[in-house]
């Protein structure tokens, strides 16, 4: 784990610097806007940047308020019960920034959930909590690179921990609980094995990732991660003021997004385009309002539109089609199409 | 021409090359990675223990100078020995947590030799990729050891390490010491940063990079490096062609799936994505029809195929092999991960992991005992005693991976529309693998030999491709086919993983093991084939495809069906047959799946 802190410790290449990817950009800006939109999973080509894009993202927010030693990301003003260092009265407020936790391929249940403090088990007996990456990644992003390939018990854990916000142990003597609400976020190469169907949907949003295709984007791409590999200080003062608008873009939409508007039409627009891709249940359709709404915001917007609708309908639906596993045809066109069909000519706002 | 990634066996270029020169590529690899460890990550070495390996090995040592850690991950033992970990004895004895740090954190700055490298886990290849996208990474050196073609080195580590080096057939006489000394490294290191790339150089690698097909932007950023450090060694301040050209040799060719020019019309940018039917055009002149063909022959086949045929068929091979019974996919109890099954006495340590509230239960009713007769111990001091036999480690349960391989008979006597109806049973049958979380291989036979379409893989999309495209007509060299999966199902066994195997054949062979036309022999191989095939114990099905199979069932040719005997397979007519036979066949299997189910 150490050796995590010191890799996010080391500089992040910059959000506004990564080229193109455009939908993962803007999926993991929905996602930041508003956390209860369930998760994003990126799927595409190695080396398309899916990582890095992924950590990046964790250098645009602001960091927020916590307290020092605290391993559960426990907001100063209600700290978790089973938190002892938020409960000493002589705590020391700090500002912490987000999280993003990396979730690796090969760990183990007690390092994700949490286990029994070995330490002191071994020093006097004393039956404690060690928290995992679960509570780590509290008011964070917590990562899974190559999530297709993650053992299925992990997955449902995680995906049933991120739906609930709350992580309960009930294992080795111990019976606790304690908040772990973060924004789950999946990366993956198809080529490598696909995600069970049944899990697809629990994500909220799902792009595919591709390498740019023209010649001149590549070139950017190796020219900017070369120049960040060769010199990254002097790299990241290079797009510091881009960082920073893009920041204070995403900052204010995180304060104006219960002011947005959502007009009857946009909701029935959404239930129409549903029905007509026949996605099971509504969770879909929560989750495309929600990504307009946040769409509309980032924008800054006083209401969402159908632009905005259409604009994230294939990441909000195109994992949740019913479909044949066999059947290539690109969900993305499906929902395209369903999009032009249903809500026609884009209505003005 | 298909994705030489799939390639099997593996891409080789033209002509066999001068080992001389194979040998002076490996050693300016080594050269270059000395000077930008950073930049260039690491080397995947494709070669067995020997001479040349070490030779190799020996010379980076020392153009990496005597600063840099060397480690070596030892093999078999999973992801811990990256990842720190508790020091069980350092923290008994003390009675407080003690950390040792993983090779990860200790190979900073040096380098982390990985033997066996294509046999690595998953969880193993994840902590090192994850190890190597830090800033403070070590220089991987990944030693593969494959015999087999289709055992390679992971592509998420491939991906990451500028450099895969084939030393494995190289004569003794062209391995020579590394003509760089440590002098030219240091001197080449302190010029690097200053090493300028003009635009040209740099969109020359990248165009260089898409022209072959390379997608991920991680070959042509190392590319880069890699002629900058050859431009820093020669003592260039910008990089020249001749840089970019030997960096292109030494990080762009090897991962070529084609050469550019040479298929200009099948770069990808070319084609309008939703156009991603394989280009094996001759399959498929009239398209439109034959598709239309090809959908309704699939509808056909939905309704005659029994389900959950490969469940039964595994089912059964747990059966025979005596395994326990259990839900999809045979259990095997590997030590490391999967759910948890039970604790026993035992050191942890290796791959076994300590049941700490178990250890300290079976420790604790001695130890007032244990207090009075330790030597010198303080009165009040609350420590617990723990020893050696009081340590319990936990057992886990994965399931155990399968690799269900079909070997289709694409041959002429396989008629056209049976060959459809064969692939339409494989589709349906993929499609049974995805739900499983199987892994699929896909064999064809005809003409004069047997093509591995698909090596072993879970990606079906790939699989559902490579099958339609397959061509039909010619000979049918059914033993060419069964020789090729039983190596597949071999390699399978030795990684641990339950292997079925489906044959759809009318079993008719008329071409022998040699290739040579004729029937007698030709099917007293293939029977010979079967034979060695149900020697590897896989569990498998003859599904005869045979014109006959479909008018009459049951009362088919004789000859799939013995092979099936052959093969100690279950037999199956395809679709046509007597609903009586099919009901009879799907009874058995349901009575099987059903053992699988509960």
């Given at each position: 784990?150490?050796?995590?802190?010191?890799?996010?410790?080391?500089?992040?290449?910059?959000?506004?610097?990564?080229?193109?990817?455009?939908?993962?950009?803007?999926?993991?800006?929905?996602a930041?806007?508003?956390?209860?939109?369930?998760?994003?999973l990126?799927?595409?080509?190695?080396?398309?940047?899916?990582?890095?894009?992924?950590?990046?993202?964790?250098?645009?927010?602001?960091?927020s308020?916590?307290?020092?030693?605290?391993?559960?990301?426990?907001?100063?003003?209600?700290?978790?019960?089973?938190?002892?260092?938020c409960?000493?009265?002589?705590?020391?407020?700090?500002?912490?920034?987000?999280?993003?936790?990396?979730?690796?391929?090969?760990?183990?249940e007690?390092?994700?959930?949490?286990?029994?403090?070995?330490?002191?088990?071994?020093?006097?007996?004393e039956?404690?909590?060690?928290?995992?990456?679960?509570?780590?990644?509290?008011?964070?992003?917590?990562?899974?690179?190559?999530?297709?390939?993650?053992?299925?018990?992990?997955?449902?854990?995680l995906?049933?921990?991120?739906?609930?916000?709350?992580?309960?142990?009930?294992?080795?003597?111990?019976?606790?609980?304690?908040?772990?609400?973060?924004?789950?976020?999946?990366?993956?190469?198809?080529?490598?094995?696909?995600?069970?169907?049944?899990?697809?949907?629990?994500?909220?949003?799902?792009?595919?990732?591709r390498?740019?295709q023209?010649?001149?984007?590549?070139?950017?791409?190796?020219?900017?991660?070369?120049?960040?590999?060769?010199?990254?200080?002097?790299?990241?003062?290079?797009?510091?003021?881009?960082?920073?608008?893009?920041?204070?873009?995403?900052?204010?939409?995180?304060?104006?997004?219960?002011?947005?508007?959502?007009?009857?039409?946009?909701?029935?627009?959404?239930?129409?385009?549903?029905?007509?891709?026949?996605?099971?249940?509504?969770?879909?359709?929560?989750?495309?309002?929600r990504?307009a709404?946040?769409?509309?915001?980032?924008?800054?917007?006083?209401?969402?539109?159908?632009?905005?609708?259409?604009a994230?309908?294939?990441?909000?639906?195109g994992?949740?089609?019913?479909?044949?596993?066999?059947?290539?045809?690109?969900?993305?066109?499906?929902?395209?199409?369903?999009?032009?069909?249903?809500?026609?000519?884009?209505?003005?706002? | 021409?298909?994705?030489?990634?799939?390639?099997?066996?593996?891409?080789?270029?033209g002509?066999?090359?001068?080992?001389?020169?194979?040998w002076?590529?490996?050693?300016?690899?080594?050269?270059?990675?000395?000077?930008?460890?950073?930049?260039?990550?690491?080397?995947?070495?494709?070669?067995?223990?020997?001479?040349?390996?070490?030779?190799?090995?020996?010379?980076?040592?020392?153009?990496?100078?005597?600063?840099?850690p060397?480690?070596?991950?030892?093999?078999?033992?999973?992801?811990?020995?990256?990842?720190p970990?508790?020091?069980?004895?350092?923290?008994?004895?003390e009675?407080?947590?003690?950390?040792?740090?993983g090779?990860?954190?200790?190979?900073?700055?040096?380098?982390?030799?990985?033997?066996?490298?294509e046999r690595?886990?998953?969880?193993?290849?994840?902590?090192?990729?994850?190890?190597?996208?830090?800033?403070a990474?070590?220089?991987?050196?990944?030693?593969?050891?494959?015999?087999?073609?289709?055992?390679?080195?992971?592509?998420?580590?491939?991906?990451r390490?500028?450099?895969?080096?084939?030393?494995?057939?190289?004569?003794?006489?062209?391995?020579?010491?590394?003509?760089?000394?440590?002098?030219d490294?240091?001197?080449?290191?302190?010029?690097?940063?200053?090493?300028?790339?003009?635009?040209?150089a740099?969109?020359?690698?990248?165009?260089m990079?898409?022209?072959?097909?390379?997608?991920?932007?991680?070959?042509p950023?190392?590319?880069?490096?890699a002629?900058?450090?050859?431009?820093?060694?020669?003592?260039?301040?910008?990089?020249?062609?001749?840089?970019?050209?030997?960096?292109?040799?030494?990080?762009?060719?090897?991962?070529?799936?084609?050469?550019?020019?040479?298929?200009?019309?099948?770069?990808?940018?070319?084609?309008?994505?939703?156009?991603?039917?394989?280009?094996?055009?001759?399959?498929?002149?009239?398209?439109?029809?034959?598709?239309?063909?090809?959908?309704?022959?699939?509808?056909?086949?939905?309704?005659?195929?029994?389900?959950e045929?490969?469940?039964a068929?595994?089912?059964?091979?747990?059966?025979?092999?005596?395994?326990?019974?259990?839900?999809?996919?045979?259990?095997?109890?590997?030590?490391?991960?999967?759910?948890?099954?039970?604790?026993?006495?035992?050191?942890?340590?290796?791959?076994?992991?300590?049941a700490?509230?178990?250890?300290?239960?079976?420790?604790?009713?001695?130890?007032?005992?244990?207090?009075?007769?330790?030597?010198g111990?303080?009165?009040?001091?609350?420590?617990?005693?723990?020893?050696?036999?009081?340590?319990?480690?936990?057992?886990?349960?994965?399931?155990?991976?399968?690799?269900?391989?079909?070997?289709?008979?694409?041959?002429?006597?396989?008629?056209?529309?049976?060959?459809?109806?064969?692939?339409?049973?494989?589709?349906?049958?993929?499609?049974?693998?995805?739900?499983?979380?199987?892994?699929?291989?896909?064999?064809?036979?005809?003409?004069?030999?047997?093509?591995?379409?698909?090596?072993?893989?879970?990606?079906?999309?790939?699989?559902?491709?490579?099958?339609?495209?397959?061509?039909?007509?010619?000979?049918?060299?059914?033993?060419?086919?069964?020789?090729?999966?039983?190596?597949?199902?071999?390699?399978?066994?030795?990684?641990g993983?339950?292997?079925?195997?489906?044959?759809l054949?009318d079993?008719?062979?008329?071409?022998?093991?040699?290739?040579?036309?004729?029937?007698?022999?030709?099917?007293?191989?293939?029977?010979?084939?079967?034979?060695?095939?149900?020697?590897?114990?896989?569990?498998?099905?003859?599904?005869?495809?045979?014109?006959?199979?479909?008018?009459?069932?049951?009362?088919?040719?004789p000859?799939?069906?013995?092979?099936?005997?052959?093969?100690?397979?279950?037999?199956?007519?395809?679709?046509?047959?007597?609903?009586e036979?099919?009901?009879g066949a799907?009874g058995?299997?349901?009575?099987?799946?059903?053992?699988?189910?509960?």
């Open positions: 784990m150490r050796d995590q802190e010191a890799a996010r410790r080391a500089p992040q290449f910059p959000f506004s610097a990564v080229v193109g990817q455009d939908d993962l950009k803007r999926s993991l800006m929905i930041a806007i508003e956390p209860a939109i369930g998760g994003v990126a799927f595409g080509d190695r080396g398309t940047g899916k990582s890095t894009t992924i950590r990046a993202l964790a250098g645009l927010l602001p960091p308020p916590g307290v020092e030693g605290c391993a559960y990301g426990c907001t100063p003003e209600n700290p978790a019960p089973v938190c002892e260092v409960r000493d009265p002589n705590r020391r407020e700090v500002m912490r920034p987000v999280p993003v936790v990396d979730l690796p391929l090969g760990a183990t007690d390092r994700v959930v949490g286990a029994l403090d070995l330490e002191r088990a071994l020093a006097t007996g039956k404690r909590f060690e928290p995992g990456l679960l509570a780590r990644a509290h008011r964070g992003f917590l990562y899974i690179d190559e999530v297709n390939l993650l053992e299925d018990h992990l997955i449902d854990l995906l049933d921990v991120a739906a609930s916000g709350e992580n309960v142990v009930e294992r080795e003597g111990l019976s606790l609980r304690h908040p772990a609400r973060f924004v789950l976020v999946g990366s993956g190469n198809p080529e490598e094995g696909e995600l069970r169907p049944q899990l697809l949907d629990r994500f909220g949003l799902s792009v595919e990732v390498t740019p023209d010649v001149a984007s590549r070139i950017e791409v190796v020219k900017r991660r070369d120049a960040f590999e060769r010199d990254p200080a002097g790299f990241l003062a290079d797009w510091a003021s881009e960082e920073e608008a893009l920041a204070e873009k995403l900052q204010h939409a995180r304060m104006g997004l219960d002011d947005v508007l959502l007009h009857d039409e946009l909701r029935e627009a959404a239930a129409r385009l549903c029905i007509a891709l026949g996605t099971d249940g509504l969770r879909g359709e929560l989750t495309l309002i990504a709404r946040a769409v509309a915001a980032l924008e800054g917007r006083g209401s969402a539109s159908i632009e905005d609708l259409a994230v309908a294939p990441m909000a639906l994992h949740r089609l019913r479909r044949d596993p066999l059947d290539e045809t690109a969900s993305t066109a499906r929902v395209a199409r369903a999009v032009a069909e249903v809500l026609g000519a884009p209505a003005e706002v | 021409m298909r994705d030489l990634n799939d390639g099997y066996p593996a891409p080789s270029s002509a066999p090359e001068d080992g001389e020169e194979v002076a590529r490996a050693g300016l690899a080594a050269v270059l990675l000395a000077i930008d460890p950073r930049g260039l990550r690491g080397a995947v070495l494709r070669a067995r223990p020997g001479h040349a390996r070490d030779a190799w090995l020996e010379g980076l040592r020392a153009l990496m100078g005597d600063a840099a060397w480690h070596r991950l030892p093999p078999g033992c999973g992801a811990a020995p990256l990842l970990r508790l020091d069980l004895a350092a923290t008994l004895a009675g407080r947590a003690i950390e040792a740090p090779l990860l954190t200790r190979a900073t700055a040096g380098v982390l030799v990985v033997p066996g490298a690595l886990e998953r969880g193993v290849v994840g902590a090192l990729t994850q190890g190597l996208e830090g800033a990474a070590p220089t991987v050196i990944a030693f593969d050891e494959g015999a087999e073609a289709e055992e390679r080195v992971a592509p998420a580590l491939g991906d390490l500028a450099f895969a080096l084939g030393l494995d057939a190289l004569p003794l006489g062209a391995v020579s010491p590394l003509v760089a000394t440590l002098d490294v240091r001197a080449a290191r302190a010029m690097l940063s200053y090493v300028a790339v003009p635009d040209d740099l969109a020359a690698l990248v165009a990079a898409a022209g072959m097909g390379i997608g991920s932007a991680r070959p950023t190392m590319a880069l490096a002629a900058r450090a050859h431009a820093a060694l020669h003592g260039r301040s910008a990089v020249a062609e001749e840089d970019a050209a030997i960096a292109s040799e030494l990080v762009l060719l090897p991962r070529a799936l084609w050469l550019p020019g040479a298929e200009e019309e099948q770069a990808p940018e070319e084609q309008p994505p939703q156009d991603s039917e394989p280009e094996d055009g001759e399959a498929q002149a009239p398209e439109g029809e034959a598709e239309a063909l090809e959908d309704r022959l699939l509808e056909a086949v939905r309704a005659s195929l029994p389900p045929v490969l469940a068929l595994l089912a059964g091979n747990r059966q025979r092999s005596g395994g326990a019974a259990g839900s999809a996919g045979a259990q095997m109890a590997t030590p490391r991960r999967g759910r948890p099954a039970g604790v026993r006495q035992g050191l942890p340590g290796g791959h076994r992991r300590l700490l509230v178990e250890t300290l239960s079976a420790a604790a009713p001695w130890q007032p005992l244990r207090r009075r007769t330790r030597a111990s303080a009165p009040g001091n609350r420590r617990l005693e723990i020893r050696r036999d009081d340590l319990r480690i936990r057992r886990f349960k994965a399931p155990r991976e399968t690799l269900t391989i079909f070997v289709v008979d694409a041959s002429g006597s396989a008629a056209i529309a049976r060959l459809a109806e064969a692939k339409g049973a494989v589709e349906l049958m993929l499609g049974e693998a995805y739900r499983r979380r199987d892994s699929v291989a896909l064999v064809a036979f005809r003409k004069e030999g047997a093509e591995l379409l698909l090596p072993p893989t879970r990606a079906l999309a790939r699989a559902r491709k490579a099958l339609a495209a397959l061509p039909g007509g010619g000979g049918t060299p059914i033993a060419a086919g069964l020789d090729v999966a039983r190596r597949l199902a071999e390699d399978a066994r030795r990684r993983q339950s292997v079925g195997i489906v044959l054949s079993g008719r062979a008329n071409i022998a093991r040699d290739g040579t036309p004729g029937r007698g022999p030709a099917q007293a191989d293939a029977e010979a084939a079967a034979r060695g095939l149900a020697a590897t114990g896989a569990a498998s099905l003859v599904i005869d495809t045979s014109a006959r199979a479909a008018r009459t069932g049951a009362r088919a040719r000859e799939a069906r013995s092979l099936a005997d052959a093969m100690s397979a279950r037999y199956l007519a395809l679709p046509g047959a007597g609903a036979s099919i009901a799907a058995m299997l349901s009575r099987g799946s059903d053992g699988a189910r509960r």
